[in-house]
């Protein structure tokens, strides 16, 4: 039962939660802070059970007649783990809330309750035993974590939030059709009879490999994997910083879930799907570390280094497929049946997604008491001020040289563990032991993409703290000003969300600590004994790093980046994969083609008959179901939310002509907004497949 307390206790809190904001607006914040803490209490002892591996009863559960199948629920080390990381970047996250709003009084009990509506959801999808109850949830904290990104309704909140949305949505769509296909294949959606059933079943790999593409793909959209993933650098910046952290640091390991568990449970043995997440891990490590370099935004930043972290992640999941395979017959699936190279590459995996999730925690809680005091975000505006503020200097230096991957500290533990992993397949390619022809120097130009994209990180990390706490503002009264609030600028919240997290950073670096999590995570014991973090082999590759970094800090963002003592943005802004070719697609290309359908003349052609009626029947459909959520929405919003003004006895005569000329108005900005009527659709195409997947399960 522990595992349903933790997903659904969420949703009762948040509903409950909106109940006390209609009394006290004190009482409503410290209950969402509360309900945070109770999560993380429960999360210790699911922690506690799992450890011991006693009361299975409590450690799983099925919950059936949901969504055609039923829900299913497990708990094993590695989603222990991740639930207990959920809740402790919630409870630290909320807690900080506290002094990040202090000064904000709208729209708060809108965004708590979707705080704690995606914390339950999350928390489905880290404790989910199928993939069908994993995209259950998964499509619930896509809705809900969209109100973050839209939390301050500014035009750039308002784009970026529909940019999130159309990918969550699109995202969506191309992950349950990949859920169709394997269910169609495999006759399963269980993680733990999926490998068994794909072989049982003689399906073709074709088949399979079409369906991880599509999960893979959907998946992606969450993690910021290249190249759907527009929306991260710019959501993170216009959304509140502990969403941004908690955007950063767990939604996105949504989606590496997804994919570590496909390729784990169904597609260990496919050398090409294995190839796939490889390649595209080393486009989203690279491309993320060289935007991150060129920002001169602290969030923007920041959210680029995320994206470049999940590419780390998702060499290391590719790895881990390409040993599996390299290795020789693959007997079984999941972390129990990998060895040698492979556990090392799984390891380094499940260990940086932990790494990365709590150093994005303090760095953009840290870059939360930036904005809360300055409400700035540019490099030249916030240079300087964090001179004097040991504590938080102490915090933020901390995360540089964990994520950069300094030794003893945990991200150059996880960094490491896959950068052998990538030798490794170096070394087996060059003995003959090879997956594909020419596989030797695909990995080895790959292992310096590695080594590059760690240097990146380490120069634009390093470019922010010098930035903040090490160089003065070129405005004397402004640095002068920034020297006289170097007290009472962070109170507790900050201190247990950023100084409290970093300490984390040491802890998680040290052998036998990450050797136990590791073990744990994958269940096997010792998984890491034979690794000598400390030894030359594995510092080499680290040091290389760390000089390629010093080097691009000195060369390319002191001489290149910097124009007369200012940091420049020399990005091209033409260069945008949005404004390129996604939004053109939607409103340019497609309309197009389909008009040029409708084009077609008829001549009593059948196929030219059956094009029309299905273009415009799609959007008649699409238009009532546009205008009939409308209304619906405007009913909800001038009864239940009250979002109108109430009218005197004198003007009651006149009360109807009001209420329709205040639906007219609000109904032109819905009316108008494409990425509204994009989500509705795909709402309707949703439950078309959810029809079709229903009568393919029972038919």
Same mark, same amino acid.
């Given at each position: ?123 489905? @999808?880290?404790? /989910? $035993?199928?993939?069908?109850? #994993?995209? %259950?949830?998964?499509? =619930? +904290?896509? *809705?809900?974590? !969209? ?50 059933? @794909?072989?049982? /079943? $003689?399906?073709?790999?074709? #088949?399979? %490999?079409?369906?991880? =593409? +599509?999960? *893979?793909?959907? !998946? ?66 690279? +491309? ?412």
């Amino acid at each position: 039962m522990l595992p349903a307390l933790l997903i659904f206790l969420p949703f009762l809190f948040g509903i409950t939660d909106c109940v006390i904001a209609r009394r006290s607006e004190r009482g409503r914040d410290l209950f969402v802070v509360l309900s945070t803490w109770i999560e993380l209490g429960l999360s210790v002892i699911l922690i506690f059970f799992a450890v011991r591996g006693s009361g299975a009863e409590l450690l799983r559960l099925e919950i059936p007649h949901v969504f055609t199948s039923g829900l299913s629920l497990r708990t094993d080390g590695f989603r222990a783990v991740y639930s207990l990381v959920t809740s402790l970047m919630w409870a630290f996250t909320t807690t900080f809330s506290l002094e990040y709003f202090r000064h904000e009084t709208e729209h708060l009990t809108r965004y708590y309750l979707f705080v704690l509506f995606t914390l339950g959801a999350t928390q489905g @999808v880290m404790l /989910s $035993g199928d993939l069908l109850t #994993t995209f %259950l949830f998964f499509e =619930i +904290l896509s *809705l809900t974590s !969209f109100t973050w990104v839209m939390h301050e309704e500014t035009e750039g909140a308002l784009r970026a939030g529909y940019t999130y949305l159309f990918i969550a949505v699109i995202g969506g769509l191309v992950l349950f059709m990949g859920l169709v296909l394997l269910q169609h294949a495999a006759g399963t959606l269980s993680y733990s009879e999926l490998f068994a059933a @794909v072989k049982r /079943s $003689g399906a073709g790999s074709g #088949t399979i %490999l079409a369906a991880g =593409i +599509l999960i *893979l793909i959907g !998946f992606g959209c969450k993690a910021g994997m290249f190249p759907v993933h527009v929306w991260l650098p710019k959501a993170h910046p216009v959304a509140p910083s502990p969403a941004s952290a908690l955007l950063s640091g767990v939604l996105t390991k949504v989606g590496i879930y997804g994919i570590l568990m496909t390729a784990l449970e169904v597609l260990i043995d496919s050398a090409y799907f294995g190839w796939i997440v490889f390649l595209l891990g080393a486009i989203t490590m690279l +491309l993320g570390a060289v935007l991150a370099l060129f920002s001169i935004n602290l969030k923007r930043t920041l959210a680029c280094s995320s994206m470049s972290q999940i590419g780390f992640i998702l060499t290391g999941i590719g790895m881990t497929i390409l040993l599996s395979v390299q290795h020789g017959q693959i007997e079984g699936a999941g972390f129990a049946a990998l060895e040698g190279h492979a556990a090392m590459a799984v390891s380094g995996t499940v260990l940086h997604m932990v790494n990365h999730s709590m150093l994005k925690l303090c760095l953009f809680c840290a870059a939360g008491v930036v904005v809360m005091n300055l409400h700035e975000l540019d490099l030249n505006r916030i240079r300087g001020w964090g001179r004097g503020k040991w504590l938080l200097t102490i915090a933020f230096f901390l995360g540089v040289i964990g994520i950069g991957g300094v030794p003893l500290l945990n991200g150059y533990a996880s960094k490491t563990l896959l950068h052998e992993a990538i030798a490794a397949g170096i070394a087996e390619a060059g003995e003959g032991v090879a997956i594909a022809e020419g596989a030797y120097w695909i990995l080895a130009g790959i292992e310096w993409i590695f080594l590059f994209s760690g240097g990146c990180t380490f120069a634009y990390m390093l470019k922010l703290f010098i930035c903040v706490f090490v160089e003065k503002n070129r405005d004397p009264e402004r640095q002068e000003l920034f020297d006289r609030t170097s007290k009472g600028y962070m109170g507790a919240g900050g201190i247990i969300a950023v100084f409290g997290t970093s300490i984390s950073f040491i802890v998680l670096g040290q052998k036998p600590v990450f050797n136990a999590l590791a073990s744990f995570m994958t269940g096997q014991e010792n998984v890491l004994e034979e690794f000598s973090p400390l030894s030359f082999e594995c510092l080499e590759g680290a040091l290389i790093s760390l000089g390629i970094g010093t080097l691009l800090y000195l060369i390319l963002i002191r001489l290149y980046l910097m124009k007369k003592g200012e940091y420049v943005d020399r990005w091209p802004s033409w260069l945008d994969l949005e404004n390129l070719f996604y939004r053109p697609l939607l409103t340019r290309w497609l309309p197009g083609f389909f008009g040029a359908i409708l084009r077609i003349p008829a001549e009593n052609r059948v196929s030219s008959v059956v094009c029309r009626g299905v273009v415009t029947c799609a959007a008649w459909i699409c238009r009532m179901l546009s205008i009939g959520t409308d209304a619906l929405i405007i009913l909800i919003r001038r009864s239940v939310l009250r979002e109108h003004v109430v009218a005197d006895t004198a003007d009651r005569i006149g009360l109807l002509e009001k209420r329709v000329d205040e639906v007219r108005e609000a109904y032109q900005p819905i009316r108008g907004n494409f990425s509204f009527a994009l989500m509705l659709s795909c709402i309707g195409m949703m439950v078309i497949l959810g029809v079709i997947m229903f009568f393919n399960l029972h038919g």
